[in-house]
C-alpha cells in the first residue's frame, strides 16, 4: 500500500503556488521590466530583448510546472508510472532545452556572468529529465508486463 507523506502534499503544494505565480509574472514581465529598464539605463532595443527573453523562458518555466503538476496527480492517484509521466519528463526537458537555447543565444547578446551558468543548469535539468523518462519507460513497461501475469 502507497503511504501519502506530508511531503507530498507540501511539494504539490509547492508547485502550485510556483505554477500560479509564475503565470502572473509572466503575464506582469513588461511592467516590472519597465523599472528596470529605466534603473539600469537600458536602451530600447536592449529592453525589448530582456523581456522577450524572460517572457520565453518564463512560459517554458510554467509549461514545466504545469508538466508537475499532472504528474503530482499520478502520485497522489498511488500510480506515478503511467505512460503520462513519461511524456512529462520528454516535455519538461524539451523546454529546459528551449531555456537553455535563448540563455545560450543571451550569452553572446548580452553577457553576465550568471547566464552560462543557467545554460548549464538547464542542460543538465534536460539530461535529468531524459535519463528519468527512461527510467519511467521501462518502469511502466515492467508493470503493465507484471498486470498482464495476474
Known amino acids: 500500500m ?8 507540501a511539494s504539490k503544494f509547492m508547485v502550485d ?6 503565470i502572473v509574472t509572466v503575464a506582469t514581465v513588461p511592467w516590472w521590466t519597465k523599472f528596470f529598464r529605466d534603473y539600469f539605463g537600458y536602451t530600447t532595443a536592449e529592453w525589448y530583448y530582456i523581456m522577450a527573453t524572460l517572457f520565453i523562458s518564463g512560459i517554458c518555466a510554467v509549461y514545466i510546472f504545469y ?15 503511467v505512460e503520462e509521466n513519461v511524456s512529462a519528463f520528454r516535455k519538461i526537458a524539451a523546454a529546459c532545452l528551449i ?4 540563455y545560450a543565444v ?3 547578446a548580452m553577457f553576465s556572468l550568471a547566464t552560462p551558468l543557467i545554460v548549464l543548469v538547464f542542460v543538465i535539468g534536460s ?3 531524459l535519463t528519468l523518462k527512461d527510467i519511467f519507460k521501462q518502469a ?4 503493465e508486463e507484471n498486470d498482464g501475469t495476474i
Open 127 to 129: 539530461l535529468f529529465c
Open 17 to 22: 503556488i510556483m505554477f500560479y505565480g509564475g
Open 106 to 108: 543571451k550569452t553572446f
Open 67 to 81: 508538466n508537475l503538476k499532472k504528474m503530482f496527480k499520478t502520485l497522489l492517484g498511488g500510480n506515478p508510472f
Open 140 to 143: 511502466v513497461y515492467y508493470k
Open 2 to 9: 502507497y503511504k501519502k507523506t506530508a511531503v507530498h502534499y
Open 99 to 102: 531555456i537553455a537555447a535563448i
